[in-house]
Structures are given as structure tokens and as C-alpha cells.
């Protein structure tokens, strides 16, 4: 059985009043219920120390609500002004990694070479990254969009031996679909769920069955329930909708 999994990446989104409202929210409403989803809520890093003390308060036993961060640094430590790294964030009690977002791609140039070394620091750090894949719009009009995921997966994840594939997790997110209100069917959701699964097997064998692979792009309550309804898809990275409490539980729910 795979895990299942609802992550939350709140951008560069809230003051910390409001990162601190949303996740009193969320753990009030979370624990309204029992589930065996990993819920996970990564905001911005100046509120990560503030939100794992919240979740400590309320989780001193069995944690409900797990931390991620949006990104790492590349390096352990040293002189690169504005970079976080693995070691801070485990510091502040961060379990997950949100790792080649599209948009730290598209806008602040991100690489397999630098994707492929925060990957490991972060699994050296015990830290679990969420590696993110998917095609632009030009790409699946031209009918790339295979090409395009099998290759950021080749050039990051092949790299890595099968102990260290076992503890990743992919999220596919289509870039057209990424804030756009635009959702992938739940055809295509598995299509490409299935076919990322594939070639993580056709290097990792039997470890491709256990990786989780979330969908991420315009997710929200009104169509979680059909998307992850799909065999291969494993979960969602939910943008817009994780910053109202109730939708992304609504989400949560939906499995
Ligand atoms: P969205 O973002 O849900 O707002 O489309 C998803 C993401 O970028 O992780």
C-alpha cells in the first residue's frame, strides 16, 4: 500500500498573523476526523519555526499535520546570502521538501545539476524531498509532454540508488494547469501518474510501486474526489486552496 498524501504549498503567501490563524484553523478542523492521509503544510520559511511550535502544542504525541519547506539551498552551509539550508530547516522540525517547483524552474532558473544536489542533502539531512515534474502547454501541444516529464526524472532521479528512490516523493504538476484554474482531466492525471511510475520502474524495478506521485495544478474540493479516485495518483500538492482552511481539508477528505 502506498501512503497518501495531501501537501499544501502556501507560496510566498500570509504574514506570520495569518500563516499562525491558518494553521489553528487547520488543526482545529483536522482534528474533527481520523485519517490515514499524511497531511502536510509548507509555508514560507520566515514562518516555519512558528508553525512547527503550533503543531508541537497540538500534536505532542502522534503528529496529525507534518512541516515541509518550499525549497533548500544546494550547499550544507557558507557563505550563499539568502539560502536556507537542509540543516535549518531539520532544526525547525521539517520532515518534507518541496524540490524543482516549476516555478523556481521558470523563474529563478533552477536545474537538474542543483535539483540533483539539494535531493541529496535533504535525504542525507533525513529530510523527504517532493520532487516535482511536469510539461508547459507548448510541450503538451506538440505532444512532448512524456518526453519532457521522462527527462527531468532521468536527469534528476537516475542518479539515485534505489534506497534513496524509496524514500521520494514526485508530484506531477502540468505548468497550464498550476494557478490557472485550469485542472488536468483525471484521464490525463493517470495517464501521466502511470507513465512517471513506469519509468521510475524501468530504472528502480519493484520501488516505483511505493513511490507516491501527487497531482498538483488547480486542485481543489470540487474535483480532488475524481482526481484521486485514479490508482496512480497518490495524492495532491495543493496551491491556492491550501491557504482556506476548509477547502483544504475538503481535500483531505475527498480521498
Ligand atoms: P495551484 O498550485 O493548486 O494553485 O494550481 C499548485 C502548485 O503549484 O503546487
Known amino acids: 500500500m502506498r501512503k497518501k498524501i495531501v501537501a499544501g504549498n ?21 482534528d474533527e476526523f481520523d485519517t490515514d492521509v499524511d497531511i502536510i503544510v509548507c509555508p514560507p520559511f520566515t514562518h516555519l519555526d512558528s508553525v512547527a511550535r ?14 515541509g519547506a518550499q525549497n533548500c539551498a544546494d550547499h550544507t552551509s557558507g557563505a550563499y546570502t539568502g539560502e ?19 516555478e523556481r524552474r521558470e523563474y529563478y532558473h533552477e536545474n537538474s545539476a542543483s535539483l540533483y544536489e539539494k535531493i541529496e542533502l535533504a535525504l542525507n539531512a533525513g529530510i523527504i524531498p517532493i520532487f516535482c515534474v511536469g510539461e508547459k502547454l507548448e510541450e503538451r501541444e ?11 526524472i532521468k536527469d534528476v532521479l537516475y542518479r539515485l540508488k534505489g534506497a534513496e528512490m524509496s524514500k521520494i516523493i514526485i508530484a506531477y504538476e502540468p505548468v497550464w494547469a498550476i494557478g490557472t484554474g485550469k485542472t488536468a482531466t483525471s484521464e490525463q492525471a493517470e495517464e501521466m501518474h502511470a507513465y512517471i511510475r513506469k519509468v521510475v520502474a524501468d530504472k528502480f524495478g519493484d520501488v516505483a510501486d511505493i513511490v507516491p506521485i501527487l497531482y498538483g495544478g488547480s486542485c481543489k474540493p470540487s474535483n480532488a474526489q475524481e482526481i484521486f479516485s485514479k490508482p496512480n495518483v497518490d495524492g495532491g500538492l495543493i496551491g491556492g486552496a491550501s491557504l482556506v482552511a476548509k477547502d483544504f481539508v475538503d481535500i483531505v477528505k475527498s480521498f
Do not use: P
Request: proline fraction near 0%; include cysteine.
Open 10 to 30: 502556501w507560496k510566498m503567501n500570509t504574514t506570520i498573523k495569518e500563516a499562525e490563524v491558518l494553521v489553528k484553523d487547520l488543526t482545529a478542523l483536522v
Open 54 to 67: 503550533l503543531l508541537a502544542k497540538q500534536y505532542d504525541e502522534k503528529e496529525k499535520i507534518y512541516l
Open 84 to 102: 536556507v539550508s537542509v540543516n535549518m530547516l531539520k532544526s525547525v522540525n521539517c520532515k518534507y521538501v518541496i524540490l524543482g517547483h516549476s
Open 142 to 152: 506538440s505532444n512532448r509532454h512524456f518526453e519532457v516529464v521522462a527527462e527531468q
